[in-house]
Nanobody, 117 residues
Framework: VQLQASGGGLVQPGQSLRLSCKAS????????LGWYRQAPGKQRELVAH??????????ECADSVKGRFTISRDNAKNTVYLQMSSLKPEDTAVYYC?????????WGQGTEVTVSS
């Protein structure tokens, strides 16, 4: 499965961005979907995660982005989204999407987000 992330860019604090991650095949049967980020000099960290459960899906976000970031998916477009609002300079990082299908983990190439005035 190939993942193509896009949507990053340079924005000012307080603005919004939507990241997209398009998969080369269906994500309908994915076990989990996620967005991670890695800031310069720091380890990669989980930003938002979606787990598929028996009666639907469960999402969770890191404390640092709760209330500002939302993960979603469009199965028809094989795409995972990360809607980011009220962006802060500390959100600056390279953002990576991750898809777990049949317990195999796939990573996108990353898209860079810079929040600066």
């Amino acid at each position: 499965v190939q993942l193509q992330a896009s949507g990053g860019g340079l924005v000012q604090p307080g603005q919004s961005l939507r990241l997209s991650c398009k998969a080369s095949r269906s994500i309908f049967s994915a076990n989990a979907l996620g967005w991670y980020r890695q800031a310069p000099g720091k380890q990669r960290e989980l930003v938002a995660h979606m787990n598929m459960i028996s009666d639907g899906e469960s999402t969770e976000c890191a404390d640092s982005v709760k209330g500002r970031f939302t993960i979603s998916r469009d199965n028809a477009k094989n795409t995972v989204y990360l809607q980011m609002s009220s962006l802060k300079p500390e959100d600056t990082a390279v953002y990576y999407c991750n898809v777990l299908i049949f317990m195999i983990s796939y990573w996108g190439q990353g898209t860079e987000v810079t929040v600066s005035s």
